[in-house]
């Protein structure tokens, strides 16, 4: 069993499969979206469809679910359109430009607020091995300490998550060009070696704390439903 599924850089929630989600669809998994997968989709059919690719050992990539995978029943996200608005697409394969690469699976994307001109960032890098994830997270530690404030805060998304109430340590970052919460998300899957480095932040010289509770509902929008770690940055 898996958390969930990337199908064209949707999520579907708890489908079960032979395996789990590749790699190159890791890199916008956590990145919020106005669509999002209804009570209506057919979670059975879906996983007929990947036991019978996983039986003919057809490599499951993004391609090929986007080919084989039936969209009904994907909605919109009536909470996230409520309050921002994706602009242009989520770009996956790149970093954000405002931090080092710290993996080839990265991602990101930009949003815009209902009613004002506010604009937010949200950015996550994927590692696959404990070895590459500690070297990227020492490294961005570095960066952030070089060219901005850091300083480790208690968040609390209660009230923008659809699950439990959830409190966590985030690291906070502020410059001149972004500022925002860093989080780490390890083996969410339900499996040791899936590591996750994401950051949910502004654009632009703006009071932080003015801002929190856009960011807080833009991390409840994506925030992992099963096992697994949640912290902030260690140097």
Known sequence: MVAGLCVGFIILPFVSLTGYPPADCM????LP???????????????????????????????ILAEHIPLEGVAVNETFAGYFSLICERKAGVSPSFFPVLSQYCGYANYSRTGSDDQYLAGEWYFDGIKEFLQAEKELCRYLEEHGRVS?????????????????????????????YFLIYKNTFGREGDYFIVYYGT?????????????KALIADRYPTGSGIVGHLKS
């Open 27 to 30: 890199q916008v998994w956590y």
């Open 152 to 180: 480790t805060v208690e968040l609390n998304i209660s009230k923008g998550s659809r699950y439990s109430p959830k409190s966590f340590d985030a690291t906070k970052y502020e410059c001149e060009t972004t500022s925002g």
């Open 203 to 215: 654009v632009g010289s703006v009071d932080l704390s003015n801002q929190t509770p856009f960011l």
């Open 33 to 63: 979206s106005p669509d999002y997968v209804s009570a209506d989709f057919n979670v059975s059919a879906v996983e007929a469809i990947l036991d019978d690719l996983a039986a003919n050992r057809t490599c499951i990539n993004e391609t």
